[in-house]
């Protein structure tokens, strides 16, 4: 299935799946928007494209480059109004055939991880899933002695982690055009949007004629959630099994009140019923990036550290002197959770009072 | 009434990992255990048996070893099972993999294929869409309950802040998550008898209408450039302080220096 070196020329450009539901973007889009932009400058072609698919889409289209993209591919019809994969990946897959990108973003939510690996199986490529980190370099990333000049250069060179975050391996796609990737939201930095900026809109429709491949959707049941995400927060409080039950995080929550941030927490604090799964950060919930991340009673499980290690500051309080978060937290105190919370709760509103006044 | 359900044996990653000395991954020293999506995949399928007789067939990939998942879940109420073994199918990844499976289902009959949402070894969750896209199948994914209405299966599938009840013809492809169902336990007389079971044996020249180039390491498309342990952030400070007022004063002092507050 190896592309031809002709074949692979012919594909230009940077291509970002926008993600919408219900008719509004998700977050995601605008993250992979800011990454394709910064990719697109290390590429030959500089132009980033993003491809709007849904029904009565087509006024997104300004949103979309305000955060970066210069082109607007959009394909709108009424098969597309809820997502489901084949009516999908058959758009897709069809921008993909026709508009020949080098490099396909698509995010790793609950729809990019199903519509990227049936488009990459669709248009004959390779996928590389739930990447952290991407930048565009040479394959193999030293070149073989004596094999210099087959060393290839503007790859699109993929990182992520595996084993439960335990290792990381970066993955390239040399001989297969688009380059394909699942991006892990939360991960990939949005840029400043451009207010009034435009993008170039094209319309385009394949043409959808349902077959056995189209499910129905008998009933579209949402969760009622009045919390804001956590992925936005800029301050998280978040608590472990330690907090000892549901009631203590009252703690949690004054203090992430006093700071302005929100309350988050660790698995453990999920699979006892304590809080819901939205709140749950980690390898098996959110990746999150706040500026300060104050982890409360967590012990610090890899896969715990996985979603929250990119926080700029991260404080730790724990009892017990070895728990694994004091590896990566860049102040760490033992101590008891339930003297030392309330306390600095109180402090923290003195303190800002006082650069108040 | 016919499911096959493809299943992985996987390192148990819970038990910690274990490396070489060359900074690869010592498979042969971690547990080797049924995937847990796809054991919940397996459990949905016994539950189709239980209710209408269905019968199902595991199929999975691997070295010889891999048997040993195949024999567990016939131990748990499984009828055949197919192992897919060969060396040239070695290195693949989930396009490789998707087309061999695809490969072995094409001799196979079938209402229904369920698979697990993900391993936890790669977490990729590519292989299920992947198969059903090369057969030309339906696919639902991140199935929370299946249901079966005469030649339609009902399916509730979860998505990040809502869920969907689908309905689909059969044939068709079910990814399965983990929180589906609490899978059975092995029976004594199950695991009795799944020690003497035959286990179907598959190599390449068993795969129907798969290219050479689309098998294993070389009809790969992904290339692995670099593999290492993850490098980690570094230890900051970490401090015992004598009194909780203390250790206020210290957080509060870094918090400030930091411009937090």
């Known amino acids: ?357 | 009434m016919k499911v096959v359900v493809c299943i992985k044996q996987v390192p148990d990653t819970k038990g910690g990992v274990k490396f070489n000395p060359d900074g690869t991954l010592d498979r042969g020293a971690m547990l080797a255990i049924m995937n847990p999506d796809d054991k919940a995949g397996l459990e949905a399928a016994l539950r189709l048996k239980d209710q209408y007789g269905a019968e199902v067939t595991v199929l999975t990939m691997g070295l010889p070893k891999a048997t040993d998942v195949l024999r567990e879940a016939m131990a748990m109420g499984a009828d055949k099972g197919v192992l897919i073994t060969d060396r040239v199918l070695g290195g693949a990844d989930t396009w490789a993999t998707s087309t061999t499976i695809a490969g072995a289902l094409r001799n196979m009959e079938y209402d229904l294929i369920i698979t697990g949402r993900q391993a936890i070894d790669g977490d990729t969750a590519q292989v299920g869409p992947q198969i059903a896209e090369h057969l030309g199948l339906p696919v639902i994914s991140y199935a929370q309950e299946i249901k079966i209405d005469g030649d339609k299966v009902i399916v509730k599938r979860q998505y990040d802040d809502r869920y969907h009840m689908l309905e689909s013809k059969m044939p068709c492809l079910i990814t399965a998550l983990s929180e589906l169902n609490e899978p059975r336990y092995m029976t004594p007389g199950g695991i009795f008898d799944a020690c003497a079971a035959e286990i179907t044996t598959w190599g390449r020249a068993d795969l129907k209408d798969v290219d050479d180039g689309n098998l294993g390491l070389n009809g790969s498309p992904t290339k692995i450039a670099k593999a290492s342990d993850k490098v980690r952030k570094g230890a900051g400070e970490k401090v015992t302080p004598e009194s909780p007022e203390e250790a206020v004063a210290y957080i509060v002092g870094k918090l400030d220096e930091k411009h937090i507050i």
């Open chain 1, 1 to 357: 299935m190896k592309m031809t070196p002709e074949q692979i020329a012919q594909y230009k450009g940077v291509f970002v799946f926008a993600q919408q539901v219900d008719n509004k973007v998700s977050t995601i889009a605008y993250e992979l928007l800011g990454k394709a932009k910064e990719l697109a400058e290390s590429l030959e072609t500089k132009e980033v494209t993003a491809v709007l698919i849904g029904s009565d889409v087509k006024s997104l289209a300004d949103s979309l480059a305000e955060y970066g993209a210069d082109k607007v591919i959009v394909v709108d019809d009424p098969e597309l109004k809820e997502y489901r994969t084949e009516p999908y990946a058959h758009a897709l897959s069809s921008v993909i055939n026709e508009f020949k990108p080098e490099i396909v973003l698509v995010g790793a939510t609950a729809i990019g991880r199903d519509l990227g690996p049936t488009v990459s199986a669709r248009v004959e490529t390779g996928l590389t899933a739930d990447c952290t980190v991407l930048n565009i370099g040479d394959f193999p990333l030293v070149p073989v002695p004596g094999k210099e000049d087959e060393q290839l250069h503007g790859q699109l060179l993929m990182t992520r982690p595996a084993f439960g975050g335990n290792t990381i391996a970066t993955i390239a796609c040399p001989d297969n055009r688009p380059q394909m990737a699942t991006v892990r939201p939360g991960v990939m930095q949005k840029i400043t949007p451009v207010k009034g900026a435009k993008a170039e809109v094209i319309e385009f429709n394949p043409g959808f004629t349902p077959n056995d491949r189209y499910v129905t959707i008998k009933e579209v049941v949402k969760a009622v959630s009045d919390v804001k995400d956590i992925m936005d927060a800029k301050i998280l409080v978040s608590g472990g099994r330690g907090v000892g039950s549901p009631e203590n995080f009252k703690i949690l929550e004054d203090l992430a009140e006093a700071l302005g941030g929100q309350v988050s927490c660790s698995r453990a604090v999920v699979d006892a019923g304590w809080k819901p799964k939205d709140m749950q950060v980690g390898q098996t919930g959110k990746t999150v990036r706040p500026n300060l991340y104050v982890a409360v009673g967590i012990s610090g499980a890899i896969q715990h550290v996985a979603g929250m290690e990119e926080a700029d500051v991260i404080v730790a309080i724990n009892k017990d002197e070895d728990a694994p978060i004091f590896d990566v937290a860049d102040y760490g105190v033992v101590g008891d959770l339930n003297k030392i919370v309330p306390k600095l709760t109180e402090e923290i509103k003195a303190a800002k009072a006082a650069k108040l006044a």
